[in-house]
């Protein structure tokens, strides 16, 4: 079935409905955002798109993001949605890769595409654009299951990024799980687009589109701490998703402007490591809104949930442990831990995550060799380590690629840094292993200060050795002003063990 059925019946439904904001200001109905969508596929097709040609979106948030998502999926193509924050020639390189046909863009960053990549961009700003997008609709071209809806490239930390085959059945399975495993989704909801919708963000559309909700995207097109309360307050009840950045800055902004969150109705959290002493003071501040997930573009948001209630409770003897958790298996999905040969491990063993289900890629793009290392026997390799307990709860330890060796043990930064950041004068941090002659590795520490407030290295000593074995506490503290960071929010750990290497003796 192709996903586009959904804005269909949606409009059918209730077409007076409102549909696409722009902050506050309505742009659309869902009358009119199935007819522009469906004028958009027709005006594809006229210009030779056919179904199963890939077309990329390298556009900041805005509602004809979502216009242009679902023209291609009216037309039967695949959308290769693109991180505005990308440079031109990596986006170039995407869409080289991706065998693009053609490119939605907003000005910036989509123009300086043209001098790199001989696509043909349409803007969305320009009148072409509307003229696509009016006049005589076409209705959704019929799809198969497993043919290809989004085609998502990796972060690409460690190389040239790969492509992601999503299907409809993929994107099926992980919308209907969200209600079941995540939140549920009403008319009245309005998923509020802060985080970039290439990603988590625009992954959650399908599902709000399906019930009808409505979609906000924010005046500023991306992330503004200040206006997501403001937001809330006065377009609520708003769902999003948030990296955990987004949640350690909106919770500074809370505590800082006294803000309680009012509006804001669920706030799920994925896509990096968040530590429990941000989260368990995000929830302290701004009550009950919060929804961890676990997923990859390879299990997009399907892999793993903690729910409100186990992110909020504080009753269980249990709880802190559970709040450091990813949660447990999502409906369609299985996880196990395995050794280095693949073998099952028992319960609270460290091994690496493997997931299967119907959210699970077919495989990467154009990439056989990478496919046949990452799916195993139906089983998805995440490169993730972890271990889960007796009753389901999935811990991440960290990436297989992160784990520290050193006199021959394995430490799991971040162990470390869930420690660190329980020091009141600690904003963040990140653990590396450095090269050392006599153990290996030594582990060292990055650490950022809250803005003003030295922070003293023989304290964070004695928190370590309070709470954690001895071997395992960092022999080297770095003070630094931040973290380095790719467009997607995550640390570079990679960078940071570059900066040590290029220490001198």
Same mark, same amino acid.
């Given at each position: 079935?192709?996903?586009?059925?959904?804005?269909?019946?949606?409009?059918?439904?209730?077409?007076?409905?409102?549909?696409?904001?722009?902050?506050?200001?309505?742009?659309?109905?869902?009358?009119?955002?199935?007819?522009?969508?469906?004028?958009?596929?027709?005006?594809?097709?006229?210009?030779?798109?056919?179904?199963?040609?890939?077309?990329?979106?390298?556009?900041?948030?805005?509602?004809?993001?979502?216009?242009?998502?679902?023209?291609?999926?009216?037309?039967?193509?695949?959308?290769?949605?693109?991180?505005?924050?990308?440079?031109?020639?990596?986006?170039?390189?995407?869409?080289?890769?991706?065998?693009?046909?053609?490119?939605?863009?907003?000005?910036?960053?989509?123009?300086?595409?043209?001098?790199?990549?001989?696509?043909?961009?349409?803007?969305?700003?320009?009148?072409?654009?509307?003229?696509?997008?009016?006049?005589?609709?076409?209705?959704?071209?019929?799809?198969?299951?497993?043919?290809?809806?989004?085609?998502?490239?990796?972060?690409?930390?460690?190389?040239?990024?790969?492509?992601?085959?999503?299907?409809?059945?993929?994107?099926?399975?992980?919308?209907?799980?969200?209600?079941?495993?995540?939140?549920?989704?009403?008319? /009245?909801? @309005?998923?509020?687009?802060?985080?970039?919708?290439?990603?988590? #963000? $625009?992954?959650?559309?399908? =599902?709000? !589109? +399906?019930?009808?909700?409505?979609?906000?995207?924010?005046?500023?097109?991306?992330?503004?701490?200040?206006?997501?309360?403001?937001?809330?307050?006065?377009?609520?009840?708003?769902?999003?998703?948030?990296?955990?950045?987004?949640?350690?800055?909106?919770?500074?902004?809370?505590?800082?402007?006294?803000?309680?969150?009012?509006?804001?109705?669920?706030i799920v959290y994925g896509g990096g490591p968040m530590y429990r002493a941000d989260i368990e003071e995000a929830v302290a501040l701004l009550g009950p809104r919060f929804v961890q997930i676990y997923g990859q573009g390879e299990c997009p948001?399907?892999?793993?949930?903690?729910?409100?209630?186990?992110?909020?409770?504080?009753?269980?003897?249990?709880?802190?442990?559970?709040?450091?958790?990813?949660?447990?298996?999502?409906?369609?999905? /299985?996880? @196990?831990?395995?050794?280095?040969?693949?073998?099952?491990?028992? #319960? $609270?063993?460290?091994?690496? =995550?493997? !997931? +299967?289900?119907?959210?699970?890629?077919?495989?990467?793009?154009?990439?056989?060799?990478?496919?046949?290392?990452?799916?195993?026997?139906?089983?998805?390799?995440?490169?993730?380590?972890?271990?889960l307990d007796a009753d389901g709860y999935l811990t991440l330890q960290d990436r297989s690629k992160d784990v520290i060796i050193s006199g021959g043990s394995n430490i799991y930064p971040r162990e470390i840094e869930d420690v660190l950041l329980?020091?009141?004068?600690?904003?963040?941090?990140?653990?590396?292993?450095?090269?050392?002659?006599?153990?290996?590795?030594?582990?060292?520490?990055?650490?950022?200060?809250?803005?003003?407030?030295?922070?003293?290295?023989?304290?964070?000593?004695?928190?370590?050795?309070?709470?954690?074995?001895?071997?395992?506490?960092?022999?080297?503290?770095?003070?630094?002003?931040?973290?380095?960071?790719?467009?997607?929010?995550?640390?570079?750990?990679?960078?940071?063990?570059?900066?040590?290497?290029?220490?001198?003796?």
């Amino acid at each position: 079935m192709n996903l586009a059925e959904w804005l269909e019946r949606s409009a059918r439904r209730d077409s007076t409905a409102p549909a696409l904001f722009h902050g506050s200001r309505q742009v659309a109905d869902y009358a009119a955002f199935r007819a522009r969508a469906s004028a958009l596929a027709r005006s594809l097709a006229a210009c030779g798109i056919a179904p199963g040609d890939r077309i990329a979106i390298f556009m900041k948030n805005s509602p004809e993001y979502l216009i242009a998502l679902y023209g291609i999926w009216y037309a039967g193509a695949a959308a290769v949605p693109i991180n505005a924050k990308l440079h031109a020639k990596e986006a170039a390189w995407i869409v080289d890769n991706s065998g693009a046909r053609l490119a939605f863009v907003t000005a910036d960053p989509g123009y300086a595409l043209a001098d790199v990549s001989p696509v043909r961009i349409v803007d969305i700003e320009d009148r072409a654009f509307t003229q696509m997008t009016t006049g005589a609709g076409k209705p959704p071209v019929s799809r198969r299951p497993d043919d290809l809806a989004w085609l998502f490239y990796t972060s690409g930390t460690t190389g040239r990024p790969k492509g992601v085959e999503i299907t409809h059945a993929m994107l099926a399975v992980m919308s209907l799980g969200y209600p079941l495993d995540v939140d549920p989704v009403s008319p /009245e909801d @309005a998923a509020f687009y802060a985080a970039p919708m290439s990603h988590g #963000a $625009g992954l959650y559309a399908p =599902i709000h !589109v +399906r019930m009808g909700a409505r979609h906000i995207c924010p005046d500023s097109g991306g992330f503004d701490a200040a206006e997501v309360l403001e937001a809330g307050r006065e377009q609520g009840p708003l769902s999003m998703f948030m990296a955990p950045t987004m949640v350690r800055r909106l919770t500074d902004e809370a505590k800082h402007t006294g803000a309680d969150g009012a509006g804001i109705k669920t706030i799920v959290y994925g896509g990096g490591p968040m530590y429990r002493a941000d989260i368990e003071e995000a929830v302290a501040l701004l009550g009950p809104r919060f929804v961890q997930i676990y997923g990859q573009g390879e299990c997009p948001m399907a892999i793993s949930s903690l729910s409100r209630a186990e992110v909020a409770d504080r009753n269980h003897p249990r709880w802190r442990e559970r709040l450091g958790s990813v949660g447990r298996a999502q409906s369609a999905t /299985e996880i @196990a831990i395995v050794d280095e040969e693949g073998r099952p491990l028992p #319960a $609270g063993a460290t091994g690496e =995550i493997v !997931v +299967r289900g119907a959210a699970v890629m077919p495989g990467y793009w154009q990439n056989p060799e990478a496919t046949a290392k990452t799916l195993k026997d139906g089983w998805l390799m995440t490169g993730d380590m972890g271990s889960l307990d007796a009753d389901g709860y999935l811990t991440l330890q960290d990436r297989s690629k992160d784990v520290i060796i050193s006199g021959g043990s394995n430490i799991y930064p971040r162990e470390i840094e869930d420690v660190l950041l329980t020091h009141p004068d600690v904003h963040e941090c990140a653990v590396v292993g450095r090269p050392s002659e006599e153990w290996g590795e030594d582990v060292v520490a990055f650490v950022v200060p809250h803005a003003g407030k030295p922070v003293d290295e023989a304290a964070l000593d004695a928190l370590c050795l309070k709470e954690i074995a001895r071997f395992k506490r960092p022999k080297l503290y770095r003070f630094v002003i931040g973290l380095p960071k790719n467009n997607y929010g995550k640390v570079l750990k990679t960078e940071l063990r570059r900066m040590l290497t290029e220490e001198k003796p």
